[in-house]
Structures are given as structure tokens and as C-alpha cells.
């Protein structure tokens, strides 16, 4: 079974410019979540989603990231414009809600804004 | 605001002995808690978890512990081995969503 898809694996771009990250969770799961790996604060979540409806975007840093999940297998989160400070990896997991809900992750999106 | 916290982001220790990491969290409206592992260039895997109605759960050579009292977990590997080495992150969840820790690089020395 494919697992979590996302892409780009890597990105680099300069500062300013429009960055758009996808992400295609596993069939069949009914959550899905956008997360930030940083140094300095681990994976903080930037939204999640619960049957393509955004639920809490609490995290999303600031007005330039926006994140939409227009239907069950594809989400994206962009930032615009871009700055040095966002680089990162970006993880996207979903899951399927039931169980214990343990996340299923996807191979990240390292993003470096020069 | 970060709601678990690990605050050890490292941790060495020698083959075959104990590795002991921790966490801690500030809601008490978490319901679950995970572990997961972390290899680089790797996305996140699950580990093991325990209910907030448990305060063990055990599977192989990991053991979680969990004391809601003191809003303390802990992830006990015994023995540890080489292959262990990685990021470990500490999760909580409540209500749907999932909050992860900053993480414990462990290594595991021959």
C-alpha cells in the first residue's frame, strides 16, 4: 500500500517568491495534518484537517501560510512570499481516526529559502 | 505554548543497557500518548502508545509509562541496541488533533 505522498522532497528558492508544498494521504484516512520540524521546536502542527474541513490552524505562523484540502486525497500548504526563516521540513501524516489515531507520516518536504 | 515537552535532546547509552526517555505534558484533556521514532531523511513512525486510563503498556523491548498525576511519560528500551539510535518524539493528543515534543536524539554505542 502507498503510504503518504509528498512532494516536493526538497525545495530551495529565494526569498519572496511563492513556495507550494502537496501532500496525498493514505486512502481511506479521514484526518490529515500539516506539521514543521525545527530545531529549536521539535514537529509543531500548523492545521489539520478532519473530513477535508479545517479544524484548528492555530499554528499556521502567520497570514503567508495558508493550507486547503480540497478533496480526501490532496492537500496542499503554501507560503507566500517566502522568507529565510521558514526553512524547514515539512511533514504531512494523516490518519485513519480511529485506534489509538497514531499518524501516519510522509517522507517530509525540506524547504530552504535562501 | 508547548504543550509536551522533552526536554533532554540527547541522550548516549551503551548497548544491551536501559535507555530511559522522557516527556512531559501541561493538558489534562490528553487522552492518548505516543511515541515515535525518527530516522533521518525519514518521516516520523509510531513506536508505541498508552490510553490516559493506563499507566503501562508494554510491547517487546519498549515499555511506556505513563503517571497523570505528575503529567509524566516515560519510553523505557531494554535492551537498547544500535539500531535504536534516532529521534524519538513524545505525542499527545486530545480531541483529534496531536501535539509532538522537540524530540530525544538517543544513541546507542557498540
Known amino acids: 500500500d502507498a503510504g503518504v505522498i509528498q512532494s516536493p522532497r526538497h525545495e530551495v528558492t529565494e526569498m519572496g517568491q511563492e513556495v507550494t508544498l502537496r501532500c496525498k494521504p493514505i486512502?481511506?484516512?479521514?484526518?490529515l495534518f500539516w506539521y514543521r520540524q525545527t530545531m529549536m521546536r521539535g514537529l509543531e502542527l500548523l492545521i489539520y484537517f478532519n473530513n477535508n474541513v479545517p479544524i484548528d490552524d492555530s499554528g499556521m505562523p502567520e497570514d503567508r501560510f495558508s493550507a486547503k484540502m480540497p478533496n480526501a486525497s490532496f492537500s496542499t500548504l503554501k507560503i507566500q512570499p517566502s522568507e529565510p526563516r521558514d526553512s524547514a521540513v515539512y511533514f504531512c501524516a494523516s490518519h485513519w481516526g480511529g485506534g489509538t489515531g497514531e499518524l501516519f507520516f510522509g517522507e517530509g518536504s525540506r524547504l530552504t529559502v535562501l | 505554548d508547548q504543550q509536551v515537552k522533552q526536554n533532554s535532546p540527547s541522550l548516549s547509552v551503551q548497548e544491551g543497557r536501559i535507555s530511559i526517555l522522557n516527556c512531559d505534558y501541561t493538558?489534562?484533556?490528553?487522552?492518548?500518548f505516543l511515541w515515535y521514532k525518527k530516522y533521518p531523511a525519514e518521516g516520523p513512525t509510531f513506536l508505541i502508545s498508552i490510553s490516559s486510563i493506563k499507566d503501562k503498556n508494554e510491547d517487546g523491548r519498549f515499555t511506556v509509562f505513563l503517571n497523570k498525576s505528575a503529567k509524566h511519560l516515560s519510553l523505557h528500551i531494554v535492551p537498547s541496541q544500535p539500531g535504536d539510535s534516532a529521534v524519538y518524539f513524545c505525542?499527545?493528543?486530545?480531541?483529534?488533533?496531536?501535539?509532538f515534543g522537540a524530540g530525544t536524539r538517543l544513541t546507542v554505542k557498540p
Open positions: 505525542a499527545a493528543s486530545a480531541y483529534g488533533d496531536m501535539r
Open positions: 486512502s481511506g484516512h479521514n484526518s
Open positions: 493538558n489534562s484533556m490528553f487522552d492518548y
